[in-house]
């Protein structure tokens, strides 16, 4: 797994997102993917299961923006480092998470499993 694979994985997952188009979300995924948004949920099987489930609860356009970044890379798994914004009416950031995601890829650089650990950044004092 090369680091320029990854990064363009986490991009087309973040322009996924920002779609919900149900294509574009199932080639990031092998049909038999395990999907975890953290680490301490049951797992989501399959492709299916995890396209049904972002669409779910679609976040309003315009309302959020992330970029994620690959950290380290070993064989077939990737740890990749990134931060969500979700903006307000007015166009200020509402909250902002830092977000580590594990992975794993099969040989057609489509993830097979997914980790997602978040924290939301604490607002500013006085605020």
Known sequence: MMKE???????SYV?????YDPQAIGRLFS???IYRYSPFD????GRDAIVASW??????PGTYDAHYETALIAGD???TNGRSLYFAEDGSIRDEWNNV???RFDTEGRCIEYTEW???RPAPAGK
């Open 42 to 45: 049951e797992p989501l099987q």
């Open 55 to 60: 669409l779910e609860n679609p976040d309003p």
């Open 118 to 120: 978040y924290m939301r």
């Open 101 to 103: 995601f594990l992975l």
């Open 77 to 79: 798994r990737a740890v």
């Open 31 to 33: 049909e038999a993917a």
């Open 5 to 11: 694979t990854v990064d363009a994985w986490l991009n």
């Open 15 to 19: 322009s996924a997102w920002k779609s």
